[in-house]
């Protein structure tokens, strides 16, 4: 893997297009608290995972001199892919000893840097990319990273807006120990990509899921998080995995508030977030 920051690999289903180059142009301006975490005693780079014959585009860190098999976190990205900030998250990890993997998950729709609105990533990119297909990568990355170093059974997810309510889904997987979902949309309307959402799934789970919520998130209600509690509480009596997940809310927290290169961070719940994430891991027997 190259050692090299902000010279992403690019690659798709019809050819060069990307996993990131800096930061995403629709995510606004990048702020001056963006975090960079350096390669110090830390490997990272680009490496391609297969999924069948398809070549799926990833960002991976790891630790540099660690023997033995790793711990495993899966990094899921919000709408802009696998951008800048997301391949920073698994440098940070991989400094805690992790094999780290952001796979791009919409390399097969485009690339999102393409576009220059939300709303036409949403319509383009995430709209083309069906919950099945998500699984279906992520699985190929465990195999990818049993392969690699990584420890599968010592596997976590976390991901971010929409990798957030991803990594909801991901926990009804056997391979998975447990997750942390980042204000991930919970609710929605059923579509033949989407055909399921966190609430309807909360009976499958597999692993306890840690949900990190902001009270002032314009996009998910505190009315779908009190749902999907509901949900939780109902599966409880008969799914360990529901009756161990739990949901943070912070207050005055919007959405985003995680991603120190937006406008929307807010540096006391994005570091209380990110220790609970970390604590939540150990607790579940990822680390």
């Not at 999102?112 to 083309?128: C, L, R, Y």
């Not at 799934?201 to 505190?222: E, F, H, N, Q």
Request: hydrophobic residues 45%; aromatic residues 8%; contains cysteine.
């Amino acid at each position: 893997m190259k050692n090299q920051r902000r010279t992403f690999m690019k690659a798709s289903a019809i050819g060069a297009t990307g996993i990131g180059i800096g930061f995403v142009a629709a995510s606004e301006p990048v702020m001056a608290a963006a975090i960079e975490t350096d390669f110090k005693g830390i490997k990272a780079g680009e490496q391609m995972i297969p999924v069948g014959s398809f070549q799926m585009p990833a960002y991976v860190s790891r630790p540099e001199s660690v023997k033995g098999p790793l711990p495993i976190v899966i990094v899921v990205s919000e709408i802009f892919g696998v951008h800048e900030h997301i391949a920073d998250i698994t440098r940070r990890f991989a400094k805690l000893g992790y094999l780290a993997i952001a796979p791009e998950k919409f390399v097969r729709a485009g690339d999102p840097n393409s576009f220059g609105t939300v709303a036409e990533i949403q319509k383009n990119i995430v709209a083309k990319t069906p919950d099945a297909q998500v699984l279906i990568d992520l699985q190929a990355t465990l195999v990818w990273a049993g392969k690699n170093g990584g420890d599968l059974k010592r596997v976590g997810v976390t991901g971010f807006c929409w990798g957030g309510r991803i990594t909801w889904l991901a926990a009804t997987l056997p391979q998975v120990r447990s997750g942390v979902a980042w204000y991930g949309r919970l609710i929605g309307d059923k579509t033949e990509g989407n055909p399921r959402h966190p609430v309807d799934i909360a009976a499958d789970l597999k692993a306890p899921v840690l949900g990190l919520y902001g009270g002032a998130d314009t996009g998910i209600s505190l009315e779908s998080v009190e749902q999907m509690r509901s949900a939780l509480a109902q599966a409880a009596p008969k799914n360990p995995a529901a009756k161990a997940s739990m949901i943070e809310v912070y207050p005055d927290a919007p959405h985003a508030f995680h991603a120190d290169y937006r406008a929307t961070y807010r540096e006391g719940p994005a570091k209380d977030g990110w220790e609970k994430c970390i604590a939540w891991f150990k607790k579940t027997g990822v680390a």
